[in-house]
C-alpha cells in the first residue's frame, strides 16, 4: 500500500502509530520504489538493443566532396596552334612583302635572286620533313608562305626583267604559270597530303583565259567565251578531282565564272541587231546550256575516291534539286539561244512568240524520252517558266479588252465607235506590238489542253487552257479592229459559249456524282460568262440600240442558265442584275423621268421575291434575294427627287417586303416592312406640307399598339413597357414637345384628354407604362397650361412671399415626413405590382 494512502487510512483511525513505527514504513515504501525503478530502468535497455537489432539506424551522410576539376579551357590545343601558325604564316608573308616592296633595291641582282630564291625554296621544301614528322599544321603554314613568296617572285621578275611588258598579259601569264607550278607541287610525292597547293592552283586557274582575253582586246564576244571556258574547266574539275577542297572551290568558280558568261551572253544575245551578231551570242548561249547539262547529267555526277583507274566512286557532287535547277537554267539558255537568233529576222511583233515557240519545242525534247528524270523535269520547268512569261507579257492587252470599256459609263448613248479597238480604248492607250497576243494565248492554250498529261496537273491544266482560249476570243475583235456590231456579237457568243460549258460541267444527277475537276470547270466557266457578261453590257452603252438589245439577250441568256441549279447561284442574280440595268435602259430610251423609271426598276424586286421561294435551297436564295434588294434600294435613290413618287415607291417596297415576311423563314422582314410603309407615310405627307407632329407620330403608334396588343394576348407576362411603351411615346413625347411651343388651346387639350385617357386605362388594368406615361404627360400639358397664371401670380406677389412659401411647405413636409415615406412605399409598391 502507497505512503500516502496508509497515512490517509491512519488518519481516519482513531489509533495513531507511534514515531518508530511510521519510520519503518517510510522506509519500506522506499525500498519498494527503488526495486521498481531498476525493474523500469532494465525494461527500458532491453527495449532499446532491441530497437537498435531490428532498425539500425542509418548512418549520417557523408560530406560531399569539393570539386577540383580544372576550369575548361576556353581554346583548344590544336586551334590556339593552328592561330599561332596563321598568324606566323601571316608575319613572315607581310616581312617578304616588305623585302621585296622595300628593301629590294639595296642588293645587286644576284643579291635579290638568291635571296628570294633561297626563302622561296626553303619555304616549299620545309613541309616535306615536317609531314614526315607529323607535324602537318606547320607544314601547312610553310607551304603557305611558300605559294605567297612564289607570287612575290613572279612580281619582282616582270620589276626587274620584263618591266616594259603589258602588264595584264604578264598578269596571264604569271598566273597560268603559278597555277601550273603550284600544282605539280601539290602532286609530288612528298606534298601530296598538303591540302594548300592544288585549290591556290585552282584558284589561279581563273584568270589565265579571262586576262589573255582582255590583253588580246577580244571584244564582248571573246570575254564572254573565255569566262565560260573557265567554267567548263572548273565544272570538269569538280565533278572528277577526289579532294573536297578542291571540289568546293571548282564548284564555286562554276558557278559564278558560268553565270557571269550567260548572263554576258544573254545580254548580247538581246542587244544584238544582226543575225551575225545574234548567231555568235547563241553559240555562247549553247555553249553555256551545254556546260549545264553536263553538270547536270547522272553519268558525271559521282566524283571518284581516288586517283588512278582503280578509283572507286563516292557521293554524288550534284544532288537531284541541283540537277533539276541546271536543267531549268539549260533550257532557258537554250530558248534564248534559238529566239534570240530568229529576233534579229522576224518584226518585233513576232518577237516573244519567237521566244515562246522555241519554249514549247522543249516539249517535244522531253517526249522523246531521251533525258534523266532529273534533267527532263528541269526542261519542263524552263518550258513552263517561257509560256508563262509570254502569257504575262500579253495581259495588259487583256486587262484593256476586258476592262477598258468601263469608261462608256460616262459617255452613254453618244454614238457608236468606228470599230472595236476604238470601243475599248476610249480613255486607255493600246498596247503596241499586240498583234501577236492572241497566237500567243492560244498556243499557251493548247498546249495546257493537250501537252499536261500528270494526274494532279491535269484537272489545272483543263482550267487554265479554258481560261486561256477565253482571253484569246476577248482580244481578237481588237486585235483585228472588228466592226463595232461584229464585236458584241463576239463577246456575246463568247459568254454564251462559257455558260455552255459551265451547264455541260454540271452533273445531271446527283451532285454527289460531280468530280472535282468537272466542280472548277464550272466555277471557272460561270465566272468567265460573268466578267464577259458585263463587259458587254459596258460596251453596249455606246449605242441605245445595242444597250437595249444587249441587256435584254444578256437577261434572257442567264435566266435560262439559272434553271440549271449548280449554276444557279450565279447566274440569277445576273439575270436580275441585267433585268435592272434594262428597266434603268428602257425608261431612258422612253424618256421618263429618273423617278418614274424607279417604278419599272421595281420589277425586279417583285420578281426576285416571287421567285426565291421556288428556288433550290438557300445557296441560291439568299443571292436572288439580295440582288432584289439592291434593285429596291436603287429604285428608292432613283425617286428621291419626286417625293410623291419615292412615298409610292417605298409603299410598294413595304408591299414587297411584307409579302415576302409570310414565309415562315423570313418573319423578322415585317419589321422592315412596318418600317417601310411608316417612311412612305411621312414622305407623303411631307410631300403634302403637313407640319403636324401627330399625323407622322399616330400611323406609327396605332400598328404599334396592335402589335402590342398582339403579344400581350400571346405572353401575358410580357411588361407593359415592351408591349405598349414604344408606341405610346412614338406619339405623346412629340405631342408634348410641340405643346409646349404651342400658344393655342387646342392641341393641349386633346393632349391633356389622350393622356387622361392613357392615365385611366393604366389604371383599370393596372399597366405600369400606360399609367406613368400617361400621368407625366398629363401633369406637363396641366403644368404647360397653368405656367401663365402661375407667372402672372408671381409677378404680383411681393418678393418676399415666394421664399416665405417655400420655409411653409418644407416645414409641413418635414412634419409629415414618416407620413410621406409610407405613402411614397405605398406607391411604388402599387406600380411595381402592375405591369
Known amino acids: 500500500?502507497?505512503?500516502?494512502?496508509?497515512?490517509?487510512?491512519?488518519?481516519?483511525?482513531?489509533?495513531?502509530?507511534?514515531?518508530?513505527?511510521?519510520?519503518?514504513?517510510?522506509?519500506?515504501?522506499?525500498?519498494?520504489?527503488?526495486?521498481?525503478?531498476?525493474?523500469?530502468?532494465?525494461?527500458?535497455?532491453?527495449?532499446?538493443?532491441?530497437?537498435?537489432?531490428?532498425?539500425p539506424a542509418p548512418s549520417a551522410p557523408a560530406p560531399r566532396p569539393v570539386s577540383v576539376a580544372p576550369p575548361r579551357p576556353e581554346a583548344s590545343a590544336p586551334r590556339v596552334q593552328n592561330v599561332l601558325l596563321l598568324l606566323g604564316g601571316v608575319l613572315l608573308t607581310i616581312a617578304a612583302m616588305v623585302f621585296t616592296l622595300v628593301s629590294w633595291g639595296h642588293l645587286g641582282i644576284a643579291g635579290r635572286s638568291a635571296v628570294l630564291g633561297a626563302v622561296t625554296l626553303a619555304a616549299l621544301a620545309a613541309p616535306v620533313p615536317l609531314l614526315k614528322r607529323g607535324l602537318r599544321s606547320t607544314a601547312e603554314s610553310l607551304a603557305g608562305l611558300g605559294l605567297a613568296l612564289t607570287v612575290l617572285d613572279a612580281y619582282a621578275l616582270h620589276e626587274v626583267a620584263l618591266a616594259g611588258t603589258d602588264g595584264t598579259a604578264y598578269t596571264a601569264v604569271a598566273s597560268a604559270v603559278l597555277a601550273g607550278v603550284w600544282l605539280g607541287y601539290g602532286l609530288l610525292p612528298g606534298s601530296t597530303a598538303l591540302r594548300l597547293p592544288l585549290p591556290a592552283a585552282l584558284v589561279a586557274a581563273q584568270l589565265p583565259l579571262l586576262l589573255w582575253a582582255l590583253a588580246a582586246d577580244a571584244g564582248a564576244h571573246g570575254i564572254t567565251a573565255a569566262l565560260l571556258v573557265t567554267a567548263a574547266l572548273d565544272t570538269a574539275v569538280a565533278l572528277r578531282m577526289p579532294s573536297g577542297s578542291v571540289r568546293v572551290v571548282a564548284a564555286v568558280g562554276a558557278y559564278a565564272m558560268g553565270s557571269w558568261g550567260a548572263l554576258a551572253a544573254g545580254w548580247l544575245s538581246w542587244t544584238a541587231t544582226g543575225p551575225s551578231?545574234?548567231?555568235?551570242?547563241?553559240?555562247?548561249?549553247?555553249?553555256?546550256?551545254?556546260?549545264?547539262?553536263?553538270?547536270?547529267?547522272?553519268?558525271?555526277?559521282?566524283?571518284?575516291?581516288?586517283?588512278?583507274?582503280?578509283?572507286?566512286?563516292?557521293?554524288?557532287?550534284?544532288?537531284?534539286?541541283?540537277?533539276?535547277?541546271?536543267?531549268?537554267?539549260?533550257?532557258?539558255?537554250?530558248?534564248?539561244?534559238?529566239?534570240?537568233?530568229?529576233?534579229?529576222?522576224?518584226?518585233?511583233?513576232?518577237?516573244?512568240?519567237?521566244?515562246?515557240?522555241?519554249?514549247?519545242?522543249?516539249?517535244?525534247?522531253?517526249?522523246?524520252?531521251?533525258?534523266?528524270?532529273?534533267?527532263?523535269?528541269?526542261?519542263?520547268?524552263?518550258?513552263?517558266?517561257?509560256?508563262?512569261?509570254?502569257?504575262?507579257?500579253?495581259?495588259?492587252?487583256?486587262?484593256?479588252?476586258?476592262?477598258?470599256?468601263?469608261?462608256?459609263?460616262?459617255?452613254?448613248?453618244?454614238?457608236?465607235?468606228?470599230?472595236?479597238?476604238?470601243?475599248?480604248?476610249?480613255?486607255?492607250?493600246?498596247?503596241?506590238d499586240a498583234t501577236a497576243v492572241p497566237v500567243v494565248l492560244a498556243a499557251v492554250a493548247i498546249v495546257l489542253a493537250l501537252a499536261v498529261r500528270d494526274t494532279a496537273w491535269h484537272p489545272r491544266a483543263l482550267v487554265g487552257a479554258l481560261c486561256l482560249s477565253w482571253t484569246t476570243v476577248l482580244t481578237l475583235p481588237a486585235v483585228l479592229e472588228l466592226p463595232y456590231t461584229v464585236g458584241l456579237l463576239v463577246y456575246g457568243v463568247t459568254t454564251a459559249g462559257a455558260l455552255a460549258v459551265a451547264t455541260l460541267a454540271s452533273p445531271t444527277t446527283a451532285p454527289a456524282s460531280e468530280t472535282p475537276q468537272a466542280a472548277h470547270i464550272r466555277l471557272t466557266a460561270t465566272q468567265l460568262a460573268l466578267v464577259t457578261s458585263l463587259s458587254l453590257a459596258l460596251l453596249s452603252l455606246a449605242s441605245q440600240t445595242a444597250t437595249l438589245t444587249v441587256l435584254s439577250l444578256l437577261t434572257a441568256l442567264f435566266a435560262t442558265a439559272a434553271t440549271r441549279a449548280r449554276i444557279a447561284p450565279f447566274t440569277a442574280p445576273a439575270a436580275l442584275a441585267h433585268a435592272t440595268a434594262l428597266a434603268c435602259a428602257t425608261g431612258a430610251a422612253a424618256g421618263w423621268t429618273t423617278a418614274s423609271t424607279a417604278l419599272l426598276v421595281l420589277v425586279v424586286p417583285a420578281v426576285a421575291a416571287l421567285l426565291a421561294p421556288r428556288l433550290d435551297g438557300p445557296r441560291t436564295t439568299v443571292p436572288v434575294e439580295a440582288t432584289g434588294a439592291a434593285a429596291a434600294l436603287l429604285a428608292i435613290g432613283l425617286a428621291v427627287t419626286d417625293p410623291p413618287l419615292l412615298a409610292l415607291v417605298l409603299a410598294l417596297c413595304g408591299v414587297i417586303t411584307a409579302g415576302t415576311a409570310v414565309r415562315p423563314d423570313r418573319r423578322p422582314l415585317g419589321y422592315a416592312a412596318t418600317a417601310l410603309f411608316v417612311l412612305a407615310t411621312w414622305v407623303r405627307l411631307a410631300s403634302w406640307d403637313i407640319g403636324t407632329p401627330e399625323a407622322y407620330t399616330l400611323p406609327v403608334t396605332v400598328p404599334a399598339l396592335l402589335v402590342g396588343a398582339l403579344r400581350r394576348r400571346r405572353d401575358p407576362q410580357a411588361s407593359s413597357w415592351t408591349a405598349y411603351g414604344p408606341g405610346l411615346a412614338a406619339t405623346l413625347v412629340p405631342s408634348l414637345l410641340a405643346a409646349w411651343g404651342d400658344p393655342g388651346w387646342t392641341r393641349?387639350?386633346?393632349?391633356?384628354?389622350?393622356?387622361?385617357?392613357?392615365?385611366?386605362?393604366?389604371?383599370?388594368?393596372?399597366?405600369?407604362?400606360?399609367?406613368?406615361?400617361?400621368?407625366?404627360?398629363?401633369?406637363?400639358?396641366?403644368?404647360?397650361?397653368?405656367a401663365p397664371y402661375i407667372a402672372q401670380v408671381a409677378g404680383t406677389l411681393p418678393r418676399w412671399v415666394p421664399p416665405a412659401l417655400a420655409g411653409l411647405l418644407l416645414l409641413a413636409l418635414g412634419a409629415t415626413y414618416e407620413q410621406r415615406l409610407r405613402d411614397a412605399r405605398r406607391v411604388r409598391n402599387i406600380l411595381t405590382k402592375m405591369h
Do not use: F, K
Not at 774 to 780: K, M, T
Open 1 to 55: 500500500m502507497p505512503y500516502d494512502v496508509t497515512r490517509t487510512t491512519l488518519q481516519g483511525m482513531t489509533h495513531i502509530p507511534p514515531p518508530t513505527e511510521e519510520l519503518r514504513l517510510l522506509d519500506s515504501e522506499l525500498w519498494q520504489l527503488d526495486a521498481r525503478r531498476a525493474q523500469l530502468l532494465a525494461r527500458r535497455a532491453w527495449l532499446v538493443a532491441a530497437l537498435h537489432q531490428a532498425q
Open 277 to 432: 551578231a545574234a548567231a555568235r551570242a547563241a553559240a555562247l548561249l549553247l555553249l553555256a546550256a551545254a556546260i549545264a547539262v553536263g553538270a547536270a547529267w547522272p553519268g558525271g555526277r559521282t566524283a571518284l575516291q581516288g586517283a588512278g583507274d582503280a578509283a572507286a566512286p563516292g557521293r554524288p557532287v550534284v544532288g537531284a534539286d541541283q540537277a533539276v535547277g541546271l536543267a531549268l537554267a539549260a533550257g532557258l539558255l537554250a530558248v534564248n539561244a534559238v529566239g534570240g537568233t530568229a529576233r534579229t529576222v522576224l518584226p518585233d511583233t513576232w518577237t516573244v512568240p519567237a521566244y515562246l515557240a522555241c519554249g514549247i519545242a522543249l516539249l517535244a525534247v522531253v517526249r522523246a524520252g531521251l533525258l534523266p528524270d532529273a534533267l527532263r523535269r528541269g526542261v519542263l520547268w524552263a518550258s513552263g517558266a517561257v509560256q508563262a512569261l509570254a502569257v504575262l507579257w500579253a495581259l495588259p492587252v487583256v486587262g484593256v479588252a476586258v476592262l477598258g470599256p468601263g469608261a462608256w459609263v460616262e459617255r452613254a448613248w453618244s454614238g457608236a465607235p468606228a470599230d472595236m479597238r476604238a470601243a475599248v480604248t476610249p480613255d486607255l492607250p493600246w498596247p503596241p
Open 748 to 786: 393641349p387639350l386633346l393632349l391633356g384628354t389622350a393622356a387622361l385617357v392613357v392615365t385611366l386605362l393604366g389604371a383599370r388594368y393596372h399597366l405600369q407604362a400606360p399609367l406613368v406615361l400617361g400621368g407625366s404627360v398629363l401633369a406637363l400639358v396641366a403644368l404647360h397650361e397653368l
